[in-house]
């Protein structure tokens, strides 16, 4: 008997049912061990070793394996084809090793593709040792994460306050959302005019052609620049006659996309479903490790953490055959198609993603799958088959007229296209992402029948102005498509670089669009200030290529790490001297745009608003960076830093005590104001002044009179209770609106009811809180806001308002919603990828199957630039040494 090691257990339960009873199938369970979260886990004084520490969840399934291995014949490590699957494979032998469970057992390395019968059991014919060059790559990746993590967080901690990691990829992802922000506010916007006429040939058909030359000169795109040039054009226009100079038709070949990679996946999905990085790569590895169809397990698609485009040649000849007779033998180009990646560093060896068998078609397997994973295989299979299918034969005609107003001239062109034969299009076509200009123009529109040397009647002379926009925010997709480009993180990072970026708050994601949050900008214009080389694009690509060069065996990877360090540590130590008015200075500089918005007057942005003399600038506090005053503390004006910094700006008066009246009972005055956190009412002055924050949903503009001084009077007796005799009162504090009674508390539904709920009421709901026991919930489960529909797994999915905000609820999982999200503009779509994230962060309870899966999947996909960046705070990192560090 064998045992055979693979990476999770949906995994091994397909497996070992194609392997039969020789075999015992054990799962890792991803990897087994770790760097520990502390320092000293990665050692240059001792030319880099490492410590490795198993979790106790891992110890026990080490320990079963273990148990098995000592019964066994032989250890088969079979875990996936890439860099991460063969560190899985070398920590789990080497703790093998050291458990002295192996003896003179035999050991070897499998890999394969695809999880289907065929593929699996070629890979037990052809085994091989573990690739000691792919694990010296891994290697170095995860110490340099590691060195990166540990030892520039702390600077950040250090020297900007609020911010809370940074990495190697992570830092450098960030840094593309932060200056795509800074185009677009620096973007001047200018003004241009495009012309066209509506034309008519002698057979009654209408069509329209665009104004490309005037007077002897061509006209550049966007080149008419204001109103009166147009008008004098148009005038031309409208007083002239028109004959068409020529036509030409001029046939050309459209040829298919390659097959997906991990990053054009990513990119289509996004585009095509709406899904997520995460999300996408959540259903694909559930489509890799295998479907039940017709009570059988089948993986559906290959390996989907790849750069390869190539797929494997009886692949290509299955596609062939199932093009043949999916679509008719026109369709199948006469010979197969090769194809070469175009991504910068582009290393793995294995096949693009593809199902594993053109024959299954999404119609044939739909009833087996859910909604999401029906949608993904359709993409990938529809991808896969187009790009071994004929080309589209498309003819481009294009029109060029001659407007004629007494000798003055101009030429005007109308183009068009038509699909001859429409080949791979039958299958697939690409879709552009939101921002993305199309390459045709106006070549997909239809012409009609026109001929050269024909006059042609002029109907309708149009001049529209337009102004040019800013570059657009990165999308998901358009991010990792930039990534790629340049080649930096890999396929199995860019799912997992982004959620560090979400969880660490320093971008949101509005609309499918990325938006940098005030301490996500903070920290890049840091992290550029004084460690430039580190947030380079090119330096970031080039080590991505030495880490590449090691897994081909052409570097030894100490040497790469002792390269880096040696000039790393270096700046580590530069940053000892840095003073915190350094760092303001830098951040005022690189930030101004954000900081110090321009003012509606005119005036200087810089200039203190309240006491007209002092100098804006940013300091640093111990929750993060907020705007203030040079001359505190004679003047207190404050304003938090938000990434919406326009109308903090432009409500600098707010800061300045707005009055509201008296309050009827003392006579103090009532103010509105704002300060470091936000906007708050205020009754009288100084020290002994009641100050209550506004409660979140309420504004400024909305706070008057009647409101402040009910906020003022907070907590507000309701009255006594029936049974205790003890006063019931209402308040807001740091978890909402509440109720308080004999030390106990009770949530209320909304900040409204504290002003508005009754004796009798009041009672009820500390009725509720107490019949539910110590640690119950208050009000139980709130009411659904709205229902969304049912689960593809049953049960309905509901959106709901809780006291962190509103989340969607399915059974046991509540996912809150992003930032900003409003809760009646949720979709389905939106809140089946928002519970899949959460199940898959979510310990396995009850119903643990599926969320368990959900969890390994996302654990799998972890790049080794988000683990590094998780430190724990009080793990103060040491640059190099223990005293070293005690000095910084």
Same mark, same amino acid.
């Given at each position: ?6 990476? =999770?257990?949906?995994?091994a ?40 520490e ?35 494979s ?10 002295k469970v ?9 890999v ?19 690739d000691?060059?792919?694990v010296?790559?891994y ?10 993590g540990f030892?520039l967080?702390?600077?950040l ?39 066209? &006429? ?12 665009r104004?490309?030359?005037? /007077? ?8 008419i ?31 298919p996309?390659p ?15 709406? @899904?997520?990085? =995460?999300?996408?790569m ?19 698609i290959?390996?989907?953490?790849t750069?390869?485009v ?7 000849d299955? &596609?062939?055959?199932?093009?043949? /007779? ?6 199948v ?8 990646t ?5 290393q ?17 397997v ?19 088959i &187009? ?20 000798g ?11 699909i ?5 299009i039958?299958?697939?076509t ?7 200009? =199309? ?13 050269? $040397? ?27 498509k930039?990534?790629?480009?340049l ?31 005030? *301490? ?10 004084f ?20 897994s ?16 790393? @540590? &270096? ?16 951040l005022?500089?690189?930030?101004a ?8 007057d005119?005036?200087?942005?810089r ?14 506090g ?13 003047c ?15 409500a ?8 509201l009246?008296?309050d ?12 470091? @956190? ?7 002055d100084g ?14 503009a909305?706070?008057?009179?009647e ?18 005799? *003890? ?24 900040v ?12 009820t ?7 539910? #026991?110590?640690? #119950? ?39 809150t919603?992003?930032?900003? *999200? ?11 990828v928002?519970i ?9 309870k ?6 368990a ?26 640059? $190099? ?5 005690? $000095?910084?």
């Amino acid at each position: 008997m064998n045992v055979v090691v693979v990476e =999770s257990p949906a995994k091994a339960k397909t497996i070992n049912k194609y392997l039969g009873p020789g075999y015992t199938v054990l799962a890792s369970f991803g990897h087994i061990r770790d760097l520990p979260a502390k320092d000293g886990s990665v050692r240059p004084d001792e030319d880099f070793e490492m410590s490795w520490e198993v979790d106790s969840a891992s110890a026990k399934r080490m320990k079963d394996i273990a148990d098995a291995v000592k019964a066994s014949d032989g250890l088969i490590l079979a875990t996936d084809p890439d860099r991460e699957g063969e560190a899985i494979s070398w920590h789990v032998l080497d703790v093998l090793k050291k458990k002295k469970v192996l003896g003179d057992k035999p050991v070897q390395r499998v890999v394969f593709n695809a999880i289907t019968k065929s593929a699996v059991l070629d890979a037990m014919r052809n085994p091989r040792d573990i690739d000691t060059a792919l694990v010296d790559a891994y290697l170095a990746r995860r110490a340099l994460d590691y060195l990166v993590g540990f030892n520039l967080s702390p600077v950040l901690w250090r020297k900007l306050p609020g911010a809370r990691s940074a990495g190697r990829v992570q830092s450098v992802s960030l840094r593309l959302v932060c200056d795509r922000e800074s185009e677009i506010e620096r973007f001047v916007s200018e003004e241009y005019w495009n012309l066209s &006429a509506l034309l008519k040939t002698p057979r009654g058909d209408e069509f329209e052609a665009r104004l490309v030359s005037a /007077e002897g000169q061509r006209l550049q795109p966007k080149a008419i620049g204001n109103g009166e040039e147009a008008n004098r054009l148009k005038t031309l226009l409208e007083g002239a006659s028109y004959r068409v100079e020529s036509v030409e038709a001029k046939p050309t070949r459209r040829n298919p996309s390659p097959p997906f990679t991990t990053s054009t996946l990513q990119q289509a999905a996004s585009s095509k479903l709406g @899904f997520s990085a =995460s999300r996408t790569m959540q259903v694909a590895q559930k489509l890799y490790e295998g479907i039940d169809i017709g009570g059988e397990t089948v993986g559906l698609i290959t390996y989907m953490r790849t750069d390869g485009v190539q797929m494997a040649p009886e692949a290509i000849d299955e &596609a062939r055959r199932a093009v043949a /007779e999916q679509f008719g033998e026109r369709y199948v180009p006469e010979k197969p198609r090769i194809y070469s990646t175009k991504a910068k560093n582009a290393q793995e060896a294995h096949e693009a993603i593809r199902p594993t068998s053109f024959d299954r078609t999404p119609d044939q397997v739909k009833r087996f799958l859910d909604p999401d994973q029906l949608r993904l295989y359709d993409l990938v299979w529809k991808r896969g088959i &187009a790009s071994q299918m004929a080309s589209a034969e498309i003819e481009r005609t294009t029109v060029e007229i001659e407007a004629d107003n007494g000798g003055n001239k101009a030429g005007l062109r109308a183009t068009g296209s038509v699909i001859r034969f429409d080949g791979f299009i039958a299958a697939y076509t690409d879709q552009k992402e939101d921002g993305e200009q =199309s390459d045709d123009g106006d070549d997909d529109r239809r012409l009609p029948e026109i001929n050269a $040397k024909e006059a042609v009647a002029k109907q309708k002379v149009n001049a529209t102005q337009h102004f040019t926009e800013p570059p657009p925010r990165y999308s998901e997709a358009s991010l990792i498509k930039k990534m790629e480009e340049l080649g930096i993180g890999r396929p199995s990072t860019y799912a997992a670089t982004l959620a560090t970026l979400r969880d660490r708050e320093y971008i949101t994601i509005d609309k499918r669009k990325l938006i940098p949050e005030a *301490k996500g900008r903070l920290v890049t214009a840091f992290l550029e200030s004084f460690f430039t080389r580190y947030v380079e694009y090119d330096f970031t690509a080039d080590l991505e290529e030495k880490l590449d060069k090691i897994s081909a065996g052409d570097l030894d990877w100490k040497q790469v790490l002792r390269d880096f360090w040696k000039d790393f @540590f &270096a700046q580590i130590e530069d940053t000892k001297e840095l003073r915190v008015t350094n760092v303001l200075d830098a951040l005022n500089e690189e930030l101004a745009p954000l900081v110090f918005p321009k003012r509606e007057d005119g005036g200087d942005p810089r200039m203190c608003q309240v006491c007209g003399t002092g100098k804006l600038s940013l300091k640093l506090g111990k929750f993060g960076a907020f705007v203030g005053c040079s001359n505190y503390p004679d003047c207190n004006y404050t304003r938090q830093l938000s990434a919406d910094n326009g109308s903090d700006a432009d409500a600098a008066v707010s800061n300045e005590p707005q009055s509201l009246g008296k309050d009827p009972h003392t006579g103090e005055e009532i103010t509105l104001r704002s300060g470091r @956190f936000g906007p708050y009412v205020q009754r009288g002055d100084g020290k002994e002044a009641k100050r209550a924050s506004l409660p979140k949903g309420w504004t400024p503009a909305s706070i008057d009179h009647e409101k402040a001084l009910a906020l003022l009077s907070l907590p507000r007796d309701i009255g006594q209770h029936p049974e205790t005799g *003890k006063m019931i009162s209402a308040g807001i504090g740091r978890y909402g609106p509440f109720l308080l009674h004999d030390g106990g508390y009770a949530n209320l539904e909304t900040v409204e009811d504290v002003f508005s709920i009754g004796l009798n009421r009041a009672v009820t709901v500390i009725a509720d809180k107490a019949s539910k #026991g110590p640690g #119950g919930r208050s009000r139980g489960t709130p009411a659904a806001l709205k229902t969304l529909g049912d689960h593809p797994e049953g049960g309905p999915i509901t959106v709901r308002d809780g006291k962190y905000g509103p989340y969607v609820n399915w059974g046991k999982v509540n996912a809150t919603l992003p930032k900003g *999200k409003a809760a009646d503009s949720v979709t389905m779509e939106e809140a089946l990828v928002l519970i899949a994230e959460k199940a898959s962060k979510t310990p396995a309870k009850g119903k643990a199957p599926a969320k368990a899966k959900a969890a390994k999947t996302t654990k799998a996909a972890k790049s080794d630039d988000a683990k590094a960046a998780k430190p724990k705070a009080k793990a103060a990192a040491k640059p $190099k040494t223990a005293s070293k560090a005690k $000095k910084a």
